[in-house]
């Protein structure tokens, strides 16, 4: 079956940078669009990065454009998410996503929650003032 395990979270101060990974088991991944969300203690889930199957077209929530970096190595089945100058705004669980998509759909990508087909558990980041 298809498996997301996040991994890189933690309790960091505000301006430093955490890189959180998600492996991939149970696809090809390479054939997936990928995705990061986060959601903050009541709120919803929102839309942080997503990136293509070929990894060629990326794409960011305004919030993160330009601190955060979507990338993907489909030899190790990882999408990766660096997170530069992190703001306490930026705490939250954060999730990655996968989207089956066809190869003539290969620099798709997606910004929407119901658009993805699998999910991981999710990986706490705490960005303290």
């Known amino acids: 079956q298809v498996q997301l395990v996040e991994s890189g979270g933690g309790l960091v101060q505000t301006g430093v940078s955490l890189r959180l990974s998600c492996a991939a088991s149970g696809l090809t991944f390479s054939s997936y669009a990928m995705g990061w969300f986060r959601q903050a203690p009541g709120k919803e889930r929102e839309f942080v990065a997503a990136i293509s199957r070929s990894g060629g077209s990326t794409y960011y929530a305004d919030s993160v454009k330009g601190r955060f970096a979507i990338s993907r190595d489909n030899a190790k089945n990882t999408v990766y998410l660096q997170m530069n100058s992190l703001k306490p705004e930026d705490t939250a669980v954060y999730y990655c996503?996968?989207?089956?998509?066809?190869?003539?759909?290969?620099?798709?990508?997606?910004?929407?929650?119901?658009?993805?087909?699998?999910w991981g558990q999710g990986t706490q980041v705490t960005v303290s003032s």
């Open positions: 996503a996968a989207r089956p998509v066809p190869r003539y759909s290969g620099s798709y990508y997606y910004t929407s929650r119901s658009m993805y087909d699998y």
